[in-house]
């Protein structure tokens, strides 16, 4: 027993201390990696990039995230929206969706990529179709303080899932970067 509440006391600490680190550049999350890929030309890095964001945002079955560039020559890959960061149970019969409102970048040149996120805000919405709503709050007043005067009671939601995002997209660029290494499969 005394193990766990160690152990637990442990995690909470440690993610108390993430949430602190993070740095938001005027209040949004940005994060830039530069991957290499020896003798990959920028036309074939561009359709790995496509690949593999096409098949990243088919595993995302509450996300709400699509293809808003494709710029073949320039080698770029814009994809936008909402990436469902998790659920906040308010009552026994419904809560808060929570998503990130996101933009994710890659920019293909011979032999390297870009990629690139921009989180400026996150998105609320109440999971009951008969009553809609939603809020959408900037990340800079929701980490590392929350400072957001809110309209409707996400304030336990936000405290809960904000500090995951810079994490989270942390973990969505390595992916991608990992994924576009990966040849693309002719058949």
């Known amino acids: 027993m005394k193990k766990t509440l ?3 006391t442990f995690i909470m600490m440690c993610m108390v201390t993430v949430a602190q680190n993070v740095t938001l550049t005027n209040g949004a999350y940005d994060k830039v ?3 290499r890929y020896d003798s990959i030309t920028a036309p074939n890095l561009y359709v790995r990039a496509l690949e593999t964001l096409s098949d990243w945002a088919g595993t995302q079955k509450k996300s709400k995230i699509g293809i808003d560039v494709q710029d073949k020559e320039n080698g770029l890959v ?3 929206g909402q990436v469902f960061i998790g659920f906040h149970k308010s009552n026994m019969l419904a809560g808060w969706n929570v998503y990130a409102d996101c933009t994710i970048k890659i920019r293909c040149k011979d032999g390297r990529a870009q990629l690139s996120c921009h989180v400026p805000t996150m998105t609320f919405d ?4 008969e009553y809609p709503a939603t809020e959408t709050a900037p990340l800079g007043e929701l980490i590392p303080e929350y400072t957001y005067k809110q309209r ?3 304030k ?4 809960e899932f904000a500090h995951t995002v810079p994490q989270t997209f942390d973990n969505i660029l390595v992916m991608i970067a990992q994924k576009m290494h990966q040849e693309v499969d002719d058949f």
Do not use: L, Q
């Open 6 to 8: 160690f152990i637990t």
């Open 33 to 35: 990696i530069v991957e």
């Open 78 to 80: 814009v994809f936008k």
């Open 126 to 129: 109440w999971s009951v179709p």
């Open 152 to 154: 409707f009671r996400i």
């Open 156 to 159: 336990k939601s936000a405290i």
